[in-house]
């Protein structure tokens, strides 16, 4: 048992240590818990595509320190050889997935900061990408205890809540967007439990939802995918709230596949279906949910789960990564600026007007 449950924070996802950054391998939870060295671009490129690091707002910090690393990793090089360096190392993070747009969004602010100090030295320029990288991450934080608090005083006392995949600490800087509500709840004083789906084929629900719970001994089932329709069908659960990596400009909401199948369950059973969504994770650029690039992941991970093969061979397979769940599906966005009822384009350029 790994002790994270101390007062201030919850597991530290994404940490700086030494002058490089050092990320939890997301791969190998629950068995193992160890961190892994990052110190170039493509190294945390890597990272991120392979899922070492996953979740929306933790891509995004990831990628901030890709961007600072690469600057320190090019300390010594000629100044053209670092500009463009930098250049290409902005490229292969922005390559790594295409479905979180933390991702882009938190490029997108490196970039920036390295087109305003292109011109210093490289010590200068190397401070502020770090600055910035830190500041992504400890930002994270705090919207995440926003969004937590927000999200919790929507949740009675009792309330018996589904969550699918994992949006929690890890796969944020810490606290999580929908674990965080959970946090934010059990902070309040509230006696909730967590009914946790699995979420195939990564398994994120059963490796790493459930783990962040059972380390805080925040109550939590474990459930197969299958299952949730059934128990809502029993009047076993009182809301939804899962998390998302990218909410189109009218409100539809991409998360992971599985998502959207329960959506249509809990408007079936009148069950509220809550999306804890930091700003950073609404894309005003796209403008509905089929503008939205789906990343269609690997067929091993479908045909079973490292040396455990089951599926046929010679089977064809579909691995869509996720899926898009439209707004009026959706009872809320619970975001760090308050709470979206009945998401739609006018109420969220709204949110960002306020
Ligand atoms: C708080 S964002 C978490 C979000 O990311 C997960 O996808 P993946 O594990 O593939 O990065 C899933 O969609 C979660 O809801």
Redesign the pocket.
Known sequence: MVDVSNDSQSVETLRWRDGRLEMIDQRVLPARFEYLPYSSASEVAEGIRS?VV????A?GCAAAYGVALESLALRQASREAFVAGMEKGFEVLAASRPT?VNLFWALKRMREVWEANKQGTVDEIVDRLLAEAHEVSAEDVRINRAMGAYGAALLPDGARVLT????GAL??AGH???LGVFRSAVEAGKRISVIADETRP?L?GARLTAWEMVQEKIPVTLITDNMAGHLMSRGEIDAVV????RVAANGDVA??IGTYMVAVLAQRHGIPFYVACPLSTIDLAIPDGTAIPIEERSADEVTGFRECQWAAEGVQIRNP??DVTPAELVTALITEKGVVTQPNRENIAALFAS
């Open positions: 899922m996953r979740g929306a707002p891509i979180a699918h995949c994992n949006a796969a944020t999580g967007t929908a990564f994120q899962v998390g998302t990596d998360n992971k990564a996720f």
